[in-house]
Structures are given as C-alpha cells and as structure tokens.
C-alpha cells in the first residue's frame, strides 16, 4: 500500500546535538511538505518541497535544514540553533498542484532534554 | 493573505449529539477546502473535500458543503459517538499557492 513513513516515532536528544527526521513516500508524490505542531496549537510549516533538489523556507524555518535529493524522500535536520525544539514533527506530501489535499504520515515526537 | 478561521475548542457534547464546527475562509483565488481529522498520537488524516462551490464532501457520516456566498465550510454529523473524539483541521489550498493554509483547529470530545 502506498503511504508516508515517518521514522522513528518517538526520539530524544541532548540539548545541543542536530537530529535528522526521516521522511518516506512511495506515492509518487512531486510535493513534501514538513509541519510542526505543539500542543494545543495548529501546525505551522517549516519547509516544503514541490520538486527534486529544489525547496523552500516554510513560515518557521529558522533552526531546521532539509534536504530533496531524491523524490521518495525529505529528511528534516533540526539543528542546534533551533531555540525550542521539543513538539510533534509531521510530514506530508502531494501532486505537484495539492489541489486534492495531503497525505501525512504518523509523525514523530521529538523531545529534548 | 489566504487564511482559515474556525470555531475555537473545545467541544464537549454526548453521545448521539448533533455536531456543526464552523469553518469560513479567506481566499484570493478559487479554492479547495478540506475537513482533516487527527486522532491522539497521530498524523492527520483527510475526512472530506470539496473542489467546487456548492460540492458536498462526506465521509463517515460526516459532511461538509461549499458556500461560496458565505465562504464557509462547516462540519456537521448528526448523530456523534465517543469514537469521533479528535482534533478537526479545515484547510484550503488555491491553485498555483504551493501549500495547504490550515485552521488552528478544534478538538471534540465525546461523552459516553
């Protein structure tokens, strides 16, 4: 069946340390997308991808880097410059257009101590 | 800007209770709206969508209709059970916008 995978699903890191997400599609999806949600809240977009090797700032880029080399898959590194990085990371992806919605994964809760 | 505005939460009712959350938009194009649910722990998942005006999306018992005279789109369900407990997202997307613009969602709970 086709979907997102988001690994892993819960993952902890030492104040100071970069951590990469993984992201996973095999929909044949142009477009990905990373959001980040805490609790309570909406999800806000930190990045997003509508083709190969190409990619743009989301509303809340600072402190995350990604990477689209390859169409299946959009890494999200959260580096030690992100001031608090503790929430629920989710990824999705789409046709190029998104004009029929997104497919998300089952996210990953990052916590860090 | 585009921008997605809903009932604020949280919503208790009982079971067996009619359901509306309301959802109206601001949008610079023509767009398509969605309803997203997510469940405890999880990502979201798509519920129902409508591309046109005056489309109705359903699904699960659900539904939701385009007015483009009123630009909303509320959620109803007519009779709700404990298992519809979530958080619900509206969302639009506009051609040639490259990203879905969500609300800040509403979370229902459902009493026995």
New interface residues.
């Given amino acids: 069946d086709g979907g997102i995978t988001q690994s892993p699903k819960y993952l902890f890191r030492k104040e100071g340390q970069n951590v990469t997400l993984s992201c996973e599609q095999n929909l044949n999806h142009d477009a990905m997308y990373w959001y980040r949600q805490d609790p309570g809240q909406g999800l806000r977009l930190i990045y997003y991808s509508q083709i190969v090797n190409d990619f743009q700032k989301g509303d809340i880029a600072e402190g995350y880097s990604v990477s689209r080399e390859k169409k299946e898959s959009f890494p999200l590194t959260v580096t030690s410059a992100q001031k608090n990085p503790t929430a629920f990371y989710l990824c999705a992806s789409s046709d190029r257009v998104g004009h029929y919605g997104y497919t998300f994964g089952s996210g990953t809760r990052l916590t860090v101590v | 800007g585009d921008s997605v505005t809903q009932m604020e939460g949280p919503v208790t009712l009982s079971e067996e209770a009619f359901l509306t959350i309301n959802c109206t938009y601001t949008a610079t194009g023509y767009p398509?709206l969605?309803w997203?649910v997510q469940y405890p722990?999880?990502?979201?998942?798509?519920l129902l969508?409508a591309?046109k005006a005056d489309d109705k999306g359903s699904n699960k018992g659900f539904e939701a209709t385009y007015r483009k005279e009123t630009t909303s789109f509320h959620l109803e369900k007519g009779s709700v059970q404990v298992s519809d407990s979530a958080v619900y997202?509206c969302?639009l997307?506009v051609?040639?916008?490259?990203?879905?613009v969500?609300?800040?969602?509403t979370?229902l709970t459902i009493n026995p």
Avoid: I, M, P, V
Avoid at chain 2, 41 to 46: A, F, S
Avoid at chain 2, 95 to 100: E, F, R, S, V
């Fill in positions: 398509s969605f997203y722990g999880e990502g979201l998942q798509l969508k591309t997202f969302a997307s051609a040639g916008a490259q990203k879905l969500f609300g800040q969602g979370r």
